[in-house]
């Protein structure tokens, strides 16, 4: 599974502009409320499944699209998302290799780089102790926590 090192999130929702450098393990994102830490993450919903989980308003009020672009491994992932002369929402998807030109690509090819397991934080909330527990040791094959916890 490759593993998204760098985010930029553009005129999605209410952020204009957000660079995060992600590092191994565990990242903190944290501020008051109201400065966009929800935003950022459903921004990575989107860049990995398009416009199936986009909000009703995806493009903050008064720019012409968004932009979210993530680096994974040595790739660069980008979706922009512009608003339609009808007022609906499409996206679009490039991979660009750190040295090389971008390529147009496919939501198939960006769920194939990304890998089989995704966590929407949100949901992971609202998980109980034993699911929060079942979805962790997903992230975790070849573990014995049985073994661990003797």
Do not use: C
Not at 20 to 36: C, D, H, Q, V
Not at 106 to 114: C, E, M, P, V
């Amino acid at each position: 599974m490759t593993r998204l090192t760098e985010l930029q999130v553009e005129n999605y929702k209410r952020i204009i502009f957000v660079e995060l450098k992600l590092r191994p393990g565990l990242t903190e994102i944290s501020g008051p409320n109201g400065a966009g830490k929800s935003s950022a993450l459903d921004a990575v919903s989107v860049w990995l499944d398009g416009m199936a989980v986009a909000p009703t308003e995806p493009i903050r009020k008064g720019a012409e699209r968004a932009r979210i672009r993530g680096r994974l491994g040595e790739m660069y992932v980008t979706r922009i998302i512009r608003r339609t002369k009808t007022g609906t929402f499409v996206s679009e998807i490039t991979f660009q290799p750190i040295e090389g030109k971008p390529y147009p690509a496919t939501q198939k090819q960006l769920s194939d780089l990304i890998g089989e397991h995704r966590l929407d934080p949100l949901d992971f909330i609202a998980l109980d102790r034993r699911g929060k527990f079942a979805e962790f040791q997903a992230f975790v094959r070849g573990f014995d926590f049985a073994k661990a916890a003797r």
